[in-house]
């Protein structure tokens, strides 16, 4: 469960890389003490393009008032790939470009000079993915089902015929937890897939 305490966070780096749906983003900075961790956070706000915000959240317990740096990384669904994505924090707001790493050819890029590179900020559930199925994966850092499932299907690509007559159900295909590797994961997964009517369906009347 997280702490009560919440405020933007000072920020030094973000950057954000999409593969097939998904979009790691990654932040370095520095928190007021050891007392505080950091976090990506997705903002509902009534906009076209993302928001997203890089926040401090104090802990529970009596830390030294010392400057900690930090350095966090979230999945998030988006679909599509955005071009830009704006991160609050609170120095203020940065337009960041997101780099598509299968179009732009960036498997060997660092992310955020650690040396680790772009592949393995990508875990298994997002590599399996494909750009413009009716497929899409969630994720919750709280293991919080109905969180990730909400994610996953606010991903899912829109219908490409607005007049569509018949009702579409969306199936569950995937439920797991993914932890470890170089990026060090740990969050649950759900993935769906949206069902087209069956072949034949007469419409209604």
Known sequence: ?????????????????????TMAMFATGHLPSAGFEAGIERLDLPVNAPQFAVVQRRLPGIYPETTTPYTVSRLFATGACPETVA??????????????????GTEGESVLGSGLRVPYVFPPS??????????????????????????????LPPID?????????IRIVEVGIEEGGIANFRHLFVRVQRC?????TPAPK
């Open 161 to 169: 015929n607005r007049f569509d007559v018949y009702p579409r159900s």
């Open 126 to 155: 997002a590599t399996r993915g494909a750009a413009g199925s009716e497929m899409a994966t969630g994720y919750s850092e709280r293991f919080d089902f109905s969180d990730a499932l909400r994610e996953a299907l606010f991903a």
């Open 87 to 104: 991160v609050s924090h609170a120095g203020g707001r940065d337009v960041v470009a997101v780099v598509d790493i299968r179009s732009e």
């Open 196 to 200: 087209s009517p069956p072949s034949g």
């Open 1 to 21: 469960m997280y702490p009560v305490e919440r405020a933007f966070a000072h920020r030094r780096l973000v950057q954000a890389f999409y593969l097939d749906g």
